[in-house]
């Protein structure tokens, strides 16, 4: 009996080590089987590329990017005895204060973003403050649930998005242009809507963001070696204009005290060099704050240079003037009957301002009469008007650098057939033109016969500081240099004589032509103008083709007493800032 019992306990001692045995095997199994949680020894790094910046011809950023960066934190994680040492820490690296960042840790237990407008410098900052917070223990480690390994999350500091910077606040609006938000995975950017912001946006835009994957040291960076992978970041071209800021600056301001002076709706003005076309100023009494867009000003948001098409009025005359001298179907010194001041044509009457028997053909512009352009203009054929007007560029884009450009409209050929339809084009009614469109058609007067292209990008630089410039388009011949040459002189003649003579300027060559004309609502002329001057001015050295444009003022109705005073102004400017040196003989 006694040995009988002594063998069930060896039997169930056995038993007992062969299950002990098995829960062995099966804890090694389960060890060797089951993945471990080891930190990798890879790890890996990305960066955004940033949109490239619009830089003035005198050096100025007028149009940067800045990375946005947001704070994150995991306020479980905080060791409750050193809170008060973490927010006196962040408030003083991120400049927030400590009441907002308690208030904020206080309100959620787990992730919390602590700030989502971090600038770069301040980023790099707080960074270094999360290794200081770890290494004085600010953190706490705590179990996994899911892996049961102990943790700690600090502070991270994480790319949240760009931000679109307009450094001189409304300055060369609308011509910049301005962008709006996107969202990608969580990241913000910006886009181009109008002006150069637009038309360049592929330009402009990050190309390539970095990537960097291989093994790490002990601080977590990445080795580089045979076995690392590298993409680099390639930001967006910076584009660099034709325009300097310290001309734009003086000439918006101007226009702004003289839209004010003449209680104008808008006052546009426009300068290019009449050799190659580099423009030098795109300025509008009109501007907003690209950042903060109010309803207010979304009139102002269209390039009023481009996109305003107008009737230009008498500014057409020497157009139409030069044409017939191209065509020599007059002599400037012809005579050309007046019929003082009314003339009728089929159904229609004609008037002028200033009343005259006979004057020159040259005076007919001097002196801008209709009734005398009006006649003269009946030699030419329908064709001839039409293309005339097409070699001088219009109805077609004035620049290739400027987006929704309103080309404006001729008359047909047959059209222009019609004697009243030819004489009031003559005159600039019934053709729809805006100031670039103008502007490029009188640098042929003052370059030979030859119109640029106005050209407002001077080149693209690349993440390298490497520039690569863009060629200018080749200039189209409206006229012979003869009739160019003598088409100046007529305009000089305008300034001297003429509508122009408040531009006078001692010790320099000016010239040009004055314009007025009505403006129609509802399909019909009412009492309100547009007036115009579209003009050279040059000295011994530079040449230049300049325009303004003053859209309804309230004050006067004259070019002479309102456009006019605003180019003058223009001129001053110029000769101060040295674009101009008038050749004074003591």
């Known amino acids: 009996m006694v040995s009988r019992n002594k063998s069930k306990k060896i039997l169930l001692l056995y038993g007992i080590i062969f299950i002990g045995f098995l829960v062995f095997l099966a804890v090694m199994l389960f060890t060797v089987l089951d993945p471990r949680h080891l930190p990798s020894k890879f790890t890996v790094d990305s960066s955004k590329a940033s949109r490239g910046n619009i830089i003035s011809a005198d050096g100025f950023h007028i149009a940067s990017t800045k990375k946005l960066f947001k704070a994150v934190v995991n306020t479980r994680y905080i060791d409750p005895q050193k809170k008060d040492l973490f927010v006196q820490l962040f408030s003083i690296y991120s400049g927030m204060d400590k009441k907002e960042i308690l208030s904020k840790i206080n309100s959620n237990k787990g992730v919390v973003v602590l700030s989502y407008n971090i600038p770069q410098i301040q980023a790099h900052y707080l960074k270094k403050l999360a290794s200081e917070l770890r290494r004085f223990k600010v953190f706490m480690s705590l179990k996994n649930p899911r892996t049961g390994l102990l943790s700690v999350h600090g502070l991270n500091v994480i790319e949240s998005g760009e931000s679109r910077e307009y450094n001189y606040g409304k300055l060369l609006t609308p011509i910049i242009g301005y962008p709006h938000k996107l969202e990608d995975d969580g990241y913000t950017f910006v886009k181009g809507v109008k002006g150069l912001e637009k038309r360049f946006d592929d330009e402009l835009s990050a190309r390539q963001d970095s990537f960097s994957r291989g093994k790490r040291d002990v601080n977590s960076y990445i080795i580089l070696n045979k076995q690392s992978f590298t993409k680099p970041k390639i930001n967006g071209l910076d584009i660099k204009i034709t325009i300097p800021v310290a001309l734009q600056i003086r000439f918006e301001r101007m226009l702004d005290k003289m839209k004010e002076q003449l209680e104008a709706k808008q006052i546009m003005l426009a300068l290019m060099d009449s050799t190659d076309g580099d423009v030098l100023a795109m300025a509008s009494s009109n501007r907003y704050l690209p950042k903060e867009i109010k309803k207010s000003d979304y009139p102002s948001l269209n390039s009023g240079m481009i996109e305003y098409s107008f009737e230009p009025g ?273």
């Open 314 to 586: 008498s500014v057409l005359k020497p157009v139409t003037f030069s044409l017939l001298l191209e065509k020599k179907l007059v002599n400037p010194y012809d005579l050309v009957n007046g019929h003082n001041g009314r003339f009728k044509m089929g159904r229609k009457v004609i008037t002028d301002e200033h009343k005259f028997d006979w004057l020159s053909a040259e005076n007919v512009i001097v002196h801008s009469s209709n009734i005398g352009i009006a006649q003269l203009a009946q030699k030419l054929s329908g064709f001839e008007f039409n293309d005339g007007l097409k070699r001088f560029g219009f109805s077609k884009r004035s620049t290739p650098d400027m987006i929704y450009e309103k080309t404006g409209s001729i008359p047909s050929a047959k059209r222009l057939e019609n004697q009243i339809y030819k004489a009031t084009c003559s005159y600039g009614y019934g053709i729809r033109a805006n100031l670039m469109q103008l502007l490029r058609a009188y640098s042929a007067f003052n370059n030979n016969g030859k119109m640029v292209y106005p050209k407002l990008v001077h080149s693209f630089i690349n993440e390298y500081n490497q520039e690569n410039v863009v060629p200018y388009e080749n200039g189209v011949e409206a006229i012979t240099s003869t009739t160019a040459q003598r088409m100046k002189d007529i305009l000089i003649k305008t300034v001297e004589h003429g509508t122009g003579q408040k531009t006078i300027t001692e010790g320099l060559i000016i010239g040009g032509k004055t314009g007025t004309a009505h403006i129609v609502e509802d399909g019909k002329y009412v009492n309100k103008y547009n007036t115009s001057f579209i003009g050279l001015v040059n000295d011994q050295k530079h040449k230049y083709t300049m325009g303004v444009v003053v859209i309804q003022p309230k004050r006067s109705q004259f070019a002479s007493q309102t456009a006019v005073p605003v180019f003058k102004a223009a001129v001053d400017i110029m000769v101060e800032e040295g674009y101009l040196q008038p050749n004074i003989i003591q």
